[in-house]
């Protein structure tokens, strides 16, 4: 059985995420990810742009920083 789209670009068992890993990850819709993305109060590790193309930019995410990101929220909290 193969893959869908969506499956394939919310891998989490890679060292990298993209946006859709991310919020599978973190049980958080990709819209809530974005907006992690863009608050700087967050303090949300930053993405790897690896393709800019006129409509979108694919962003790429350290796993690792993920969930160090999760663990300064429980210390914070």
């Known amino acids: ?3 869908t789209k969506f499956e394939l670009k919310a891998d989490i ?3 990298f995420l993209t946006v859709d890993g ?3 990850y973190l049980s ?3 819209s809530q990810v ?7 109060k967050e303090d949300f590790p930053k993405s790897f742009e690896i393709l800019k193309t006129d409509k979108r930019i ?4 350290k796993k690792e920083e993920i969930a160090q990101w999760v663990e300064s929220k429980r210390s914070k909290g």
Request: aromatic residues 4%.
């Open 28 to 30: 958080l819709s990709n």
């Open 13 to 15: 068992s890679s060292d």
């Open 22 to 24: 991310v919020a599978k």
């Open 1 to 3: 059985m193969s893959l």
């Open 58 to 61: 694919r962003h790429l995410f």
């Open 34 to 40: 974005r907006k992690l993305m863009k608050d700087p």
